[in-house]
């Protein structure tokens, strides 16, 4: 369900709540997580402009966590890369699907879509981090 840009910011800002306190660099975390350096430094740039991370540059710079583990929710996260909260559409792409003239899909698109973007709303990076092990 998450494309594998969302899972690497996801893995990455989990690895960043493991140190809260601290700045970490891009290398870093990419080679904590298993992650492409750039691609995963562009990822988390994107995440600081978004107001779910500090970034810091020069030495002992890089990049933490802007709020409590227990106040960023999953889809602060996955929002901006994935924009899931786009996903108003049709299911089958039908421009004029809605209530009034719904595709065959339409309420079971609408039920799925809205108890996903629920949980991605209500999981916290704090319960994440409590059930999951990055290696240091």
């Given at each position: 369900?998450?494309?594998?840009?969302a899972?690497?910011?996801l893995?990455?800002?989990?690895?960043?709540?493991?140190?809260?306190?601290?700045?970490q660099?891009?290398?870093?975390?990419?080679?904590?997580?298993?992650?492409?350096?750039?691609?995963?430094?562009?990822?988390?740039?994107?995440?600081?402009?978004?107001?779910?991370?500090?970034?810091?540059?020069?030495?002992?710079g890089?990049?933490?966590?802007?709020?409590?583990?227990?106040e960023?929710?999953?889809?602060?996260?996955?929002?901006?890369?994935?924009?899931?909260?786009?996903w108003?559409?049709?299911?089958?792409?039908?421009?004029?699907?809605?209530?009034?003239?719904?595709?065959?899909?339409?309420?079971?698109?609408?039920?799925?879509?809205?108890?996903?973007?629920?949980?991605?709303?209500?999981i916290?990076?704090?319960?994440?981090?409590?059930?999951?092990?990055?290696?240091?």
């Amino acid at each position: 369900m998450l494309s594998r840009s969302a899972i690497h910011a996801l893995r990455a800002v989990v690895a960043l709540a493991e140190r809260p306190d601290e700045f970490q660099g891009a290398a870093a975390i990419a080679e904590r997580i298993g992650a492409p350096q750039n691609y995963l430094g562009k990822l988390l740039r994107s995440l600081a402009q978004e107001g779910v991370l500090h970034s810091q540059k020069g030495l002992g710079g890089g990049f933490q966590l802007l709020r409590d583990p227990d106040e960023i929710t999953l889809f602060d996260v996955v929002d901006p890369i994935d924009h899931v909260s786009r996903w108003s559409g049709c299911f089958f792409g039908n421009p004029t699907c809605n209530a009034r003239n719904p595709c065959p899909m339409h309420e079971r698109w609408a039920e799925v879509r809205g108890e996903y973007l629920k949980m991605l709303q209500d999981i916290t990076i704090a319960e994440i981090l409590e059930g999951m092990h990055i290696p240091a």
